[in-house]
């Protein structure tokens, strides 16, 4: 990571992502330098808006958040929100009168958090851009003394025109951000959640300054066209200066980190006026294009230039929809399965725990790279709130595919009956139109999620449909409980089987699993449907339950249980759920909830990591839901608790291939003591269509012996990186047979 000033120029994209490292930009384009804002600022609080520190004495990361600051601040994130609020009203544990219909209640003396650092530049240059990437809540900016605005979204990158303020030498930067969601505008999303407690404020995603001269390149966005393997670009250029300028405008194309020329467009000449912007529509033909895909994330590297500006545009060659009529989606015109979990980091950043590690590359990278690969994940669902840009950068060097979800969840109506007021269309427009533009260069960003459940005609009325054509690749959207809003978009579902139970209602069995259709999807609708949360099976790191399970382990395992039998039963009930919701094809993608989250007492939900700071997973979760994530995913349909000894069952048997290729090998069933020895066995052969699903009927003895074993159906195949088994498991206790 980059700190301070940097010694040489670094070229970044304008909007877009940064490549600083990744690949050196070539001697025709040296026309943008791009300072790095990042490192260690000065930072300190107030209550008044206007009253801008005179004395530092704290310092805080950029990126990062203020509750890293050192020394600490008293209170820091502390802030009731109205859905938080509202929740314990509903909980009892607060009177009906404490509901609000604004934002919330802070508990902290300030409102406001001020940064400040310095930076120096060698030499100026006719277009200064400044770039926060993402801050919250809101950020309004100084630069020499001079104030340049105010950028109120949360969750978007807020850009900024200094030209007029910036100078050669020594510059003084600071930055205003909200210390609470309570200081935004009613209009602006400060992030709607129900379970979140602490509200964590400061400048979360890189800092940047970029020097050009005119023309400047505002933004680029790429669109994939793999029926005839082209790009469309879309170019916007402005003329900051008092002149006209005239000017060529190039694109080339090149593989990432290669530097031979695949690609070129012919330059075109264009002439801006003094503040003119102009958008421009440009089509390149990449011949013999490499597809982007998880097993293969092959990336391009788009370079623009204007003789005044460049930018560099990454991408991935790749189409991704949904269709109605097959409940399926498709990536680049095949089917494709997506297998994955969910990750809401603005509940993380409330961990105790999570300090700088969101910005730890290498603790990003194998949260992102290594362990979904060994739990069989292509997919992640960003759930509630967005990621630093890095995280996507990384995303698409690993091969994910992304539910990129915007920070709203309402429920049915969480702004009461006394107060009528949904969010303003016309705000969130501006907002969810920077969104797109901030994130619609990334490959592994293939569904645009306007909401988590949520009832709110308004999105799907007015606020898709005027955002949705800005993006050229014409991604899906999901707009969770709402009406789909485009006629393939899909639906997501969650049936939480354990929820009834958890409440104290009728217990929920496993047996009812087998029953073909014994579970069905909730969603009432036609279009593919997406599976992005369902269990309700929460555990805290510790093993203990979170809030919405303390009455459901009990009622489980018995009021005395241990930490461990609890954990080996939530990775062994959540195995076997997503076996059922995978076998029976009903979801084009089954999404865990949740990989990672907060953990702490008061926590509602919680995530599976023994040690967060390691990233190490617990063992029985790892084995457990990486088996049933595998490729080739096998379900045995069995759940019954007690079996007679020495009778004859009928074992289904069901595969699923999510491989667009034919697998055969071996299926074997296995009863085994607690000491893992085989009482009983027998193996038979199997063939699996690609992207197919079968069910096998399986007699199997049971041996004249009673007592708890363990019941296992194992496949084993083989693959060109060697052999494969998985497994499905269920325990079961032999039993003297009714005499009759």
Not at 189 to 213: C, H, M, Q
Not at 268 to 296: H, M
Request: hydrophobic content about 40%; aromatic content about 12%; proline content about 6%.
């Amino acid at each position: 990571m980059n700190t301070g000033t940097l010694s040489k120029p670094i070229v970044v994209l304008s909007f877009i992502l940064s490549l600083e490292a990744a690949f050196p930009l070539p001697l025709w384009a040296a026309e943008r330098t791009t300072v790095s804002l990042n490192g260690t600022w000065d930072i300190e609080d107030s209550r008044d808006a206007e009253a801008i520190p005179v004395v530092w004495n704290h310092k805080v990361p950029v990126p990062g958040l203020a509750h890293s600051a050192q020394p600490a601040f008293p209170q820091v994130d502390e802030f009731d929100s109205r859905m938080g609020i509202q929740n314990r009203v509903g909980e009892g544990k607060l009177p009906t009168s404490a509901i609000v219909y604004n934002a919330g209640a802070s508990r902290q003396d300030r409102n406001w958090f001020w940064y400040r650092r310095t930076f120096d530049v060698s030499a100026t240059s006719g277009v200064a851009i400044l770039r926060i990437n993402k801050a919250q809540f809101g950020a309004a900016v100084w630069l020499n003394g001079v104030k340049i605005g105010d950028h109120l979204p949360c969750f978007t990158a807020a850009v900024f025109d200094v030209s007029n303020a910036i100078r050669r030498g020594r510059n003084e930067l600071i930055v205003r951000v909200g210390a609470h969601p309570g200081v935004l505008p009613p209009a602006v999303s400060g992030g709607t959640d129900f379970e979140k407690s602490r509200w964590t404020p400061g400048i979360y995603d890189n800092v940047s300054l970029a020097l050009s001269e005119n023309p400047a390149i505002e933004s680029v966005q790429v669109a994939p066209r793999i029926a005839d393997s082209s790009i469309v670009v879309q170019t916007s250029l402005r003329n900051f200066g008092k002149n006209p300028v005239s000017f060529n405008l190039t694109q080339r194309v090149h593989a990432w980190k290669e530097s031979a020329v695949v690609a070129t467009s012919a330059a075109q000449r264009f002439t801006l006026a003094p503040g003119e912007t102009k958008v421009v529509l440009q089509t390149v033909s990449i011949a013999g294009a490499r597809l982007w895909s998880p097993e293969t994330p092959n990336l391009y590297a788009l370079e623009t230039s204007t003789g005044g500006d460049t930018a560099i545009t990454r991408f991935g060659m790749r189409e991704f929809r949904f269709d109605t009529a097959t409940k399926r989606a498709y990536l680049n015109g095949r089917v494709y399965f997506m297998r994955g979990s969910n990750i809401t980091l603005h509940r993380f950043f409330e961990d105790p725990l999570s300090g700088a590690l969101p910005w730890d590359e290498a603790w990003v990278r194998k949260l992102l790279v290594e362990i979904p690969h060994e739990m069989h994940w292509n997919s992640f669902r960003f759930c509630i709130g967005p990621v630093p840009d890095q995280w996507l950068e990384i995303a698409d060097e690993a091969g994910l595919l992304i539910q990129n979800e915007y920070f709203v969840w309402t429920g049915h109506d969480w702004h009461g009956p006394e107060n009528q007021v949904h969010f303003n269309p016309d705000q969130m427009i501006r907002e969810y139109t920077e969104w797109m533009r901030d994130n619609w260069n990334h490959p592994s960003v293939v569904i645009w999620d306007a909401n988590n459940e949520t009832w709110d005609a308004t999105f799907g009325e007015k606020i898709i449909p005027a955002v949705r054509g800005l993006d050229l690749s014409n991604r899906p959207w999901e707009n969770s409980y709402n009406p789909p809003e485009g006629q393939d978009d899909p639906v997501e579902d969650h049936p939480y089987e354990y929820q009834v139970m958890a409440d104290g209602g009728s217990p929920f069995s496993m047996t009812t699993l087998e029953t073909p259709g014994g579970m069905s999807p909730g969603a009432p609708t036609g279009h593919a449907l997406i599976l992005n949360e369902y269990g309700w099976l929460w555990l805290n790191r510790d093993g203990t339950p979170t809030e919405l399970t303390k009455r459901l382990y009990p009622a489980l395992l018995g009021k005395d249980s241990t930490a461990q039998q609890r954990l080996a039963l939530n990775a062994y009930l959540l195995a076997g759920l997503t076996e059922y919701w995978r076998a029976y094809r009903q979801y084009a993608a089954v999404l865990h909830f949740v990989y990672l989250t907060s953990s702490h007492p008061a926590g509602y939900t919680s995530d599976h990591f023994r040690d967060v700071r390691k990233l190490e997973l617990h063992p029985e979760f790892r084995d457990y839901m990486s088996n049933a994530f595998a490729p080739v995913g096998i379900y045995l349909s069995f759940w019954r608790p007690t079996i007679e000894a020495a009778s004859v069952q009928s074992l289904p048997v069901m595969l699923v291939n999510d491989e667009d290729r034919e697998v055969e090998g071996t299926l074997t069933l296995a009863l085994e003591t607690a000491k893992g020895e085989r009482v009983a066995t027998q193996t038979a052969k199997f063939k699996i269509a690609p992207l197919g699903q079968q069910t096998s009927y399986n007699d199997f003895k049971f041996p004249r012996t009673t007592g708890d074993f363990l019941l296992r159906a194992i496949i084993e195949y083989r693959r060109n990186d060697g052999g494969v088994s998985t497994q499905s498991r269920r325990y079961v206790k032999l039993v003297e047979p009714e005499r009759k």
